[in-house]
């Protein structure tokens, strides 16, 4: 009996530690300085898969073009995006003097903006520039 136990135990803490790490936690490493300074090049994230809703401010880790990246949710479906594309810039909800584009954000869908606006490779110039809810795999704690 004293044999089964030896191997059961760590079986399951090991089922365990896989279906915390998939089902409900989300941990990552964050490449770039696209988010500082709220979250500096090189760091270690967590965050976690089950959330009740995605809110403007929030930080987020989605899949866009296969690969997965930390940004914060800049707008929310029904919002207005104004784009200034010369000065790189951007307003929600607020039209500024000069914009380039105006986008409204659809049903299911986020505008995402890196914290470093010089740094970020984001919404503002991607040939869609909304991402899916369901491309959303984690939302970071304390965001």
């Known amino acids: 009996m ?4 030896k191997w059961i135990i760590p079986l399951l803490c090991g089922l365990a530690v896989i279906i915390l790490f998939r089902f409900i936690l ?4 964050v ?3 696209s988010m500082e300074p709220a979250i500096k090049k090189g760091s270690y994230i ?5 959330y009740a ?11 866009h073009d296969g690969q997965p990246h930390v940004k914060r949710v800049a707008a929310v479906a029904g919002d ?10 951007y307003a929600v909800n607020e ?7 105006v986008l409204t954000v ?16 984001d919404s503002r110039y991607w040939d869609n520039p909304f991402v899916s809810d369901k491309d959303v795999l984690a939302k970071l704690f304390n965001s």
């Open 53 to 63: 809703n995605i809110r403007s401010g929030d930080v987020v880790v989605f899949r």
């Open 2 to 5: 004293k044999r089964i136990y």
């Open 26 to 29: 989300f941990i990552g490493y």
């Open 80 to 89: 207005t995006v104004y784009i200034n594309d010369a000065a790189h810039s």
């Open 95 to 101: 039209p500024p003097e000069t914009a380039s584009r």
């Open 106 to 121: 659809p049903d299911g869908c986020y505008f995402i903006i890196g914290d470093n606006l010089e740094d970020s490779l």
């Open 31 to 33: 490449p770039s300085a």
């Open 46 to 50: 967590i965050g976690y898969r089950i």
